[in-house]
DNA sequence: CTGTATCCACGGCGATACTG
DNA sequence: CAGTATCGCCGTGGATACAG
């Protein structure tokens, strides 16, 4: 068993940051790196087309793991962003599908990703520029 | 149409997932990492207020590491989301602003940030219920 | 088919000390 | 003040094997 994120350092970040809506910084912490998960964004973006099975979501995501989609799904499940339903069938089905409140998500990080497909080259052209000026120094 | 062919590559991640516009799969990937980076997040939206030194983020934002702001700041410079401006003096004083592209940025941060805020509550309700009904299980 | 468990390599990151 | 260098812990996640 993996051992979840959200028990980090106590620690450091007790205090909230003073620039996000104070009271629930450490909820909103969490849900933002949820939002940066490589896989839980792929996963939830696959299942925008439609419900989805086990193994269609563990071969539509190239490089996932079995490891990481049980994890990543049980995550979102927890957050109530996708629901799980089961077939008693053999062999077992089991159907993966986005719920309104992982919907809602899905269209955030939409944005997101068009802002990155936006600025895809600028950005690139900055890394190259900026490696370059770094490399005669 | 099935895609199987030996999918073993580690980390590397070489095929960009069909979903997202895939010519640039692997960068806009980075990009949502950055945008889902503790650090890189809290000192993008530390520096919305206007320019700041490098000693006032690491006193803003709780629980950040000189080396962290240190790689974070290099990060986002790379990127060209913020600027780096050092001023020859003694002692030295350096200060950080966003760029445009840096405020795109954090406009598109805010979505999600703003998402988070609104459905905290929800996920939180979400999380405990899960919790709960799997101790009983 | 749908997971769960174990092993382990790699990298993130905090702590600390040192330089210009 | 503004970094850079080094070390060490441990979380992340891939590979693999096993179970319901």
């Given at each position: 068993m993996e051992s979840d994120p959200?028990?980090?350092?106590?620690?450091?970040?007790?205090g909230p940051c003073s620039?996000?809506?104070?009271?629930h910084g450490e909820t909103i912490r969490q849900i933002i790196e949820r939002a940066g998960n490589k896989w839980a964004v792929l996963v939830v973006s696959s299942l925008q087309g439609g419900p989805l099975r086990y193994t269609d979501l563990l071969h539509s995501?190239?490089?996932?793991s079995q490891r990481m989609l049980t994890h990543t799904l049980h995550q979102l499940r927890r957050d109530g962003l996708i629901t799980r339903t089961a077939y008693p069938e053999v062999p077992p089905r089991v159907v993966y599908a986005l719920t309104d409140l992982g919907t809602t998500l899905l269209i955030a990080i939409t944005t997101l990703i068009d802002w990155a497909g936006t600025h895809h080259d600028e950005i690139q052209d900055n890394r190259t520029r900026f490696d370059t000026a770094e490399a005669i120094t």
């Amino acid at each position: 068993m993996e051992s979840d994120p959200s028990i980090r350092q106590a620690g450091a970040l007790s205090g909230p940051c003073s620039r996000w809506p104070a009271e629930h910084g450490e909820t909103i912490r969490q849900i933002i790196e949820r939002a940066g998960n490589k896989w839980a964004v792929l996963v939830v973006s696959s299942l925008q087309g439609g419900p989805l099975r086990y193994t269609d979501l563990l071969h539509s995501i190239p490089g996932l793991s079995q490891r990481m989609l049980t994890h990543t799904l049980h995550q979102l499940r927890r957050d109530g962003l996708i629901t799980r339903t089961a077939y008693p069938e053999v062999p077992p089905r089991v159907v993966y599908a986005l719920t309104d409140l992982g919907t809602t998500l899905l269209i955030a990080i939409t944005t997101l990703i068009d802002w990155a497909g936006t600025h895809h080259d600028e950005i690139q052209d900055n890394r190259t520029r900026f490696d370059t000026a770094e490399a005669i120094t």
